[in-house]
Structures are given as C-alpha cells and as structure tokens.
C-alpha cells in the first residue's frame, strides 16, 4: 500500500474516539519502557529498610507505597515495563511469523496437505491457551525471560494462522494474482509482491490486540509465580509481591492493576479502531 493510500486512513485514524488516548498512553509506556533505568526514583530491587519501610502507604517519596520486602512499588513498575512489553512484543513478532507462514503454507499447499493443518489448528484452537500455558509452566517450572517469551508466542498463532489462509484463498481468484501465475512468477515471488502487502492491515489489528492479550497473560502468570522469576520486576510480579498483605493494604495493588488496566484497555482500543479504518473482517 502507498504512502498516499495510508494518508486518509490515518486521518480516520485519528478522528476514532479515544484513539488520542490510547495512542498516547502506548507512547508513554514504550518512553518508559525504554528509559526506565533513568527515570526510576530507587533501584528496583534495593531492599530500602527492611525494618521500618515494609508495606508502607503512598507518600511524596514513594508515591505508590513500598512492597513487603521495603522496595519502591513505583520503580518496580517503571522496571518492570520493559520486561512485560518486551516479553509482549516478542512473542507477538513470533506468533505473527509463524501464523503467516504456516496460513500462506497452507493456503498455497491445498488439497490434503491444506485440510490436516487445518483440523490440527483446530486441535490447538479447542484447548483453551490459558490452561495449555498453566500445564507447561507447571511441568517445566521457571523459565528464563526468552523462553517465557517463546512459549506465549509458540501459543498464540492458531488463529492468526486461519485467518490468513482464508485471506490467501480470496486473494488466489484476484485477477492479477491469477495473471501472475501464469506469467510463471514463483511462488515465493507471488507470496512477496502480492500477498504480504495486502495481508498488512490483518497483521497490524491482529498484534496490536494481541499485545493487550499477552500483556494481560505474562501478567497472570507471574502473579501465580510460574512466569517471571524474583527478584525481576515484571507487573505480574509487582502483584505477587503484595498479595499477601493486599487485604491489610489495598493501596499497595491499586498502581500495578491500574497499569496493567490501562495498558490492556488502551491496546484494544487502538485494535478495534485500526480494525475500523482499515475495514479487516476477524470473523472469517
């Protein structure tokens, strides 16, 4: 697609209400994702005074509190940051690698090859990713920070993958997708120039929300300590940290929660307008 071909759909873009919102919230979360070691007040995981400042309130100099081990809540959050996005971010860049190439594969394939993947994926789509996710980290127990990520990207390309094979089956009876072929461009030519770009807007909805999801997901296994390991900072490990005096100080959850509400909240709303403007049907 053209540069002059995105200029009105950004325009769209913007007039989405909420998008503004949602747009700069992801800008501020990747600044301080990015920069968080700059812009944390303490060391993350400073134990500050393990006698006098365990599970203290909010206060000018610890905003959101300290956990149970006397750590600032507000510099774990900023620290943990750039563990939950890049975590999101990469198994998204690997569930979208595989559910294109496996979707393309296929739809190119057909006949036998195209029906077994297919029931497979089904398979894969009946077991719900939560559980298959518990049952993995419950058998493996801690995984380093690659391999979490590699996991939740390894489980998140069932659907990406039929989604894509149903848009390659529409685009193989285009006019010009059939004049390619018989001109003998090869299939690895056709898949570059002509599926790819128009498989673009399918891939931009389909992560965006898929961070949310698995922002959301690294979040509540590492609440339940099967994912991020302590004394890493991630979200998810930010609630742990207090979930055994919340009930005692409910102030101590309410920065983490929010940040993980917010982030989720604003991921799918950037989604549901890129799926407006850029009229991608999920339903197929």
């Keep these: ?18 998008v503004t919102v949602a747009l700069v919230c992801c800008a501020l979360l990747l600044l301080v994702g990015v920069g968080g070691a700059w812009i944390a007040p303490y060391d993350p995981t400073a134990l500050l005074d393990p006698l006098d400042m365990r599970s203290q309130p909010p206060s000018w100099r610890h905003p959101l509190g300290t956990d149970p081990y006397s750590r600032d809540i507000l510099s774990r959050i900023i620290a943990g940051a750039r563990v939950s996005l890049g975590l ?15 979707g393309v594969g296929s739809a190119f394939a057909g006949g036998r090859t195209d029906r077994v993947v297919m029931r497979l994926v089904d398979v894969a789509l009946a077991v719900p990713r939560v559980v298959l996710l518990l049952t993995v980290t419950s058998v493996v127990g801690t995984l380093p ?3 979490l990520a590699v ?3 390894a ?3 069932f659907g990406l993958s039929r989604l894509v094979r149903g848009e390659v089956l529409a685009l193989r009876t285009q006019d010009r997708f ?3 072929r018989a001109l003998g461009v090869p299939p690895l030519a056709l898949v570059r120039r002509h599926v790819l770009p128009d498989l673009v807007p399918l891939i931009a909805v389909t ?19 099967l994912g991020v390991a302590p004394p890493t900072a991630s979200w998810g490990s930010v609630l ?3 979930s055994d005096v919340v009930g005692d100080s409910r102030w101590l959850a309410v920065g983490p929660g929010l940040v993980i509400t917010i982030t989720v909240v604003a991921m799918q709303r950037l989604g549901d307008a890129l799926q407006s403007v850029l009229d991608v049907r999920l339903s197929r």
């Design 1 to 18: 697609m053209t540069t002059s071909g995105w200029t009105p759909r950004w325009r769209r873009l913007r007039d989405e209400r909420g």
């Design 88 to 102: 999101a971010v990469g198994a998204i860049v690997l569930a979208t690698t595989i559910g294109v190439a496996v």
């Design 145 to 147: 920070l690659a391999m």
């Design 151 to 153: 996991l939740l990207g």
């Design 155 to 157: 489980t998140g390309w």
């Design 178 to 180: 059939v004049a390619a």
């Design 207 to 225: 992560a965006t929300t898929g961070l949310g999801r698995v922002l959301l997901l690294e979040s509540s296994l590492s609440f339940l300590g």
């Design 240 to 242: 742990l940290d207090v």
